[in-house]
């Protein structure tokens, strides 16, 4: 169950014909939400040694994914600009951060 969002995103993001940029900052925030939910999951369970080993890839997994979003900062414009192209998203996603968007 955890590796499922992984799966699936990057069977999407493989299989797709046309540009995904815009999904970038989308796709990484789920799955650090994701990641953040399943260490929470994991922590309330009773202590054994295969449930840190899950605790232990939880970890690692967001330490990977850390790594690769740095580069969404480091080009940060072109994802930013990316998502406000896309007409679906807009602005959407800068609605949270109230009236500062860029």
Not at 4 to 22: G, L, N, R, V
Not at 38 to 65: E, F, T, W, Y
Not at 86 to 100: A, E, F, I, R, T
Request: glycine share 2%; charged share 15%.
């Amino acid at each position: 169950m955890f590796l499922k969002p992984f799966t699936e995103y990057m069977h999407d993001i493989t299989a797709s014909t046309h540009h995904t940029i815009h999904n970038a900052y989308f796709i990484s925030n789920y799955i650090f939400d994701h990641i953040a939910c399943h260490c929470h999951q994991v922590r309330n369970l009773p202590d054994a040694p295969s449930i840190m080993g899950l605790l232990d890839a939880s970890k690692a997994s967001k330490k990977v994914m850390q790594k690769y979003y740095c580069n969404t900062t480091q080009k940060g414009y072109i994802y930013n600009i990316a998502t406000i192209l896309d007409p679906s998203k807009k602005l959407n996603m800068y609605d949270s951060w109230g009236n500062v968007y860029i």
